[in-house]
Nanobody
């Protein structure tokens, strides 16, 4: 069955870095767009970044220049490198699979979701 499992979250100080992983199974992730989303306490879930099936990347404005998405097809895994973290980046981060040519983060198009990994940025 299709499964996405996130890992790599944790507690980090402002300015620090984390690398999140999204291990995919039951499907070839390179044939899908893989999106990263986050939900902070009391807020709606929002899109962060994605990598499409052809490698096109997209970033939400507030993370441009700080976050980087990549994929390792041999490991069927997508990564999200989080740099220069801020307290406002604190959230549960989710990965999700959507249509191969997706280049935006409309959540309704992403049909398969992971369980999330907590990122907390605090001193």
């Amino acid at each position: 069955q299709i499964e996405l499992v996130e890992s790599g979250g944790g507690l980090v100080q402002p300015g620090g870095s984390l690398k999140l992983s999204c291990v995919c199974s039951g499907f070839a992730s390179w044939n899908y767009a893989i999106g990263w989303f986050r939900q902070a306490p009391g807020r709606e879930r929002e899109g962060v970044s994605l990598i499409s099936g052809d490698g096109t990347t997209f970033y939400e404005e507030s993370v441009k220049g700080r976050f980087a998405v990549s994929r390792d097809n041999a490991r069927n895994t997508v990564f999200l490198q989080l740099n220069s973290l801020k307290p406002e980046d604190t959230a549960v981060y989710y990965c999700a699979a959507g249509p191969r040519t997706m280049v935006d983060l409309r959540q309704s198009y992403f049909g398969y979701w992971g369980q999330g990994t907590q990122v907390t940025v605090s001193s």
